[in-house]
């Protein structure tokens, strides 16, 4: 192998481990834990921490460069420190269908547990 050729495959190689890392470090899936027993929301990346109870939360819907996505927060300050519950969405067709899923099976139902009221679309 030529001495240029080493030289790319190291730089694309180079770039596909930063990449990586960058995936591994900054967007490994975090996972919410609604305790009903506790009444406490925890959140679990690589260690479980409490981050609210049930009374000090509230959701909302955050907006981002022409994309929103759903967060919750406490009460208090909640546009200082949130966390984010769901994926990005805009305005398009497969957005809609993915954005009612994520109310029907994950939003609703967590906001029915949490007796927090929620206007429904008929």
Avoid: C, H
């Amino acid at each position: 192998m030529s001495e240029n050729t080493f030289t790319i495959a190291s730089v694309i190689w180079g770039v596909y481990m930063v990449y990586f890392l960058w995936d591994l470090l900054f967007k490994v899936p975090v996972k919410y834990i609604f305790d009903k027993r506790e009444k406490s929301i925890y959140r679990k990346l690589f260690l479980t921490k409490k981050i609210m109870s049930f009374d000090e939360m509230t959701y909302f819907i955050n907006e981002e460069s022409g994309a929103y996505y759903y967060v919750i927060g406490k009460k208090r300050n909640q546009f200082v420190k949130n966390y984010r519950l769901s994926n990005y969405f805009s305005g398009s067709k497969s957005s809609r269908v993915k954005e009612d899923e994520f109310l029907e099976n994950i939003l609703y139902p967590v906001l029915d547990e949490l007796e927090i009221p929620v206007n429904r679309p008929q």
